[in-house]
């Protein structure tokens, strides 16, 4: 048997037949990397051409009740905007989804993600959201987006009467950079003694600065995010903090050697991503801890697979997978909830 060392690439996993057809039609541009150089005008391209919602439109003609709140940040910090989404005429207190966005740490906003959030979750589930707009690098560095996070989910969880949730039911969850954040957020609100999340729901997390493990090295140049996009946005992130030794796990969850005492976790990867194997590794860091972890590797899923090809039948599946988590999860929390009296 072939044990090649990590640092020697290999020829990387076939893409899902539906996959491969639509990341083709999306041309060479798609897999042009973020840099340094050019991440300045990648950003503002992206603002651009992001749809933003507005709170009308999340509303879907009265399906929702579609609120934004301004709440205090951190310390010294300037104020962190929540987009509070759930279904009409639902009576509280209902459980909540406390949503962080992807885009790397560098893009993204807290309304372009719920329009598929509400449809998927929110009405089957009947549950509320909440989705933060964090702070963005390299305007502002770590931990300045995590703090953001952080005081938002301190403060719903304190107004939980006033925002008809359960205060005993929060998820939180992300993709992609918010799925780092969230698993960041685990690990601080744990340490903090801050509120108790029922669990963790990561969809293709970024979890790991270093950059280097098998998959980052197979993927690169072929994933739509590879290891150079990965590169640029952690230096954007941590700054002159990049690459440190003895970096917070805060920053980079990956770096945590202590995993006990978290929530339940929901980890997922495509198995032709950069962040495979780290995802995997954090999975497999959970079960030797004592935690609770369901892992999915998608076969010849990207990164960000389901957004790109949201009809393909793998991003059905794994659509369905991410859903019947998230009922199991409040399920038990009711079953498990003491009796009043």
């Not at 098998?214 to 690459?243: E, I, K």
């Not at 950069?274 to 010849?300: I, K, M, N, S």
Request: charged share 20%; aromatic share 8%.
């Amino acid at each position: 048997m072939d044990f090649t060392p990590a640092s020697t690439p290999r020829t990387a996993p076939p893409l899902d037949p539906e996959l491969a057809e639509t990341i083709a039609a999306l041309g060479e541009a798609a897999k042009e990397p973020f840099t340094p150089e050019n991440l300045a005008a990648r950003q503002a391209r992206d603002a651009a051409s992001r749809p933003r919602p507005t709170v009308r439109d999340l509303e879907d003609g009265g399906r929702f009740e579609v609120t934004e709140l301004r709440v205090p940040g951190a310390p010294g910090a300037p104020d962190v905007t929540l987009v509070s989404a759930r279904p009409a005429g639902l009576a509280g207190p209902l459980p909540l989804l406390y949503y962080l966005h992807g885009g790397g740490m560098i893009m993204g906003n807290a309304w372009s993600v719920l329009p598929q959030v509400l449809r998927a979750w929110a009405l089957p589930l009947r549950l509320a959201v909440l989705s933060v707009e964090y702070r963005l690098a390299p305007h502002t560095r770590y931990p300045g987006p995590l703090e953001d996070c952080y005081a938002g989910f301190v403060w719903a969880v304190e107004h939980a009467d006033a925002l008809g949730v359960d205060a005993d039911r929060v998820v939180i969850g992300g993709k992609s950079a918010g799925g780092g954040l969230a698993a960041a957020l685990a690990l601080l609100t744990r340490d903090r003694g801050g509120p108790a999340p029922i669990g963790q729901l990561l969809v293709c997390p970024m979890l790991d600065d270093r950059n280097d493990t098998f998959s980052s090295h197979q993927m690169a140049g072929v994933d739509l995010w590879d290891r150079t996009s990965n590169a640029t946005a952690w230096q954007a992130l941590l700054g002159d903090r990049y690459g440190a030794a003895d970096l917070s796990p805060y920053a980079a969850p990956a770096r945590a050697t202590d995993l006990s005492r978290l929530p339940p976790a929901y980890i997922e990867v495509g198995a032709a991503e950069t962040f495979r194997d780290e995802g995997v590794a954090y999975a497999q860091a959970l079960w030797q801890a004592g935690g609770q972890a369901e892992l999915h590797v998608w076969p010849g899923a990207c990164h960000g697979f389901d957004t790109f090809a949201p009809r393909a039948a793998l991003s059905r599946d794994a659509r369905e997978a991410r859903t019947r988590w998230l009922r199991r999860v409040l399920a038990q929390s009711t079953a498990e909830a003491p009796e009043a009296g």
